[in-house]
Nanobody
Framework: QVHVVESGGGLVQAGGSMRLSCVASGKMILIHAMGWYRQTPGKQREQVAT???????NYADSVKGRFTISRDNAENMVFLQMNSLKPEDTAVYYC?????????????WGQGTQVTVSS
């Protein structure tokens, strides 16, 4: 069984910073890309940032220069450092892990963590 668990959400004032963490766990898993997505009520889930095993990164235009994604391959973890937060960053943030287990490759999602940025 594979588990993807996020942590680190909460309430922060505009202009502040917050760091999200995510760990993917399970026996005999091989993780490929990991990433962060976010969703607000009534809208589709959108990609925030992704990172490959070779640490190639991709960011949504709306967060470039403010957010930084990083990972710890040994611990199967991915992080999202969010700086200069804006009220429009308020959303539920989901961690995504693209991994292979027992020869099958698929994506797994965490349960989400709420990030609220007050103005």
């Amino acid at each position: 069984q594979v588990h993807v668990v996020e942590s680190g959400g909460g309430l922060v004032q505009a202009g502040g910073s917050m760091r999200l963490s995510c760990v993917a766990s399970g026996k005999m898993i091989l993780i490929h890309a990991m990433g962060w997505y976010r969703q607000t009520p009534g809208k589709q889930r959108e990609q925030v940032a992704t990172i490959t095993t070779t640490e190639d990164t991709n960011y949504a235009d709306s967060v470039k220069g403010r957010f930084t994604i990083s990972r710890d391959n040994a611990e199967n973890m991915v992080f999202l450092q969010m700086n200069s937060l804006k009220p429009e960053d308020t959303a539920v943030y989901y961690c995504n892990a693209d991994l292979t287990k027992l020869g099958f490759r698929r994506e797994y999602w965490g349960q989400g963590t709420q990030v609220t940025v007050s103005s």
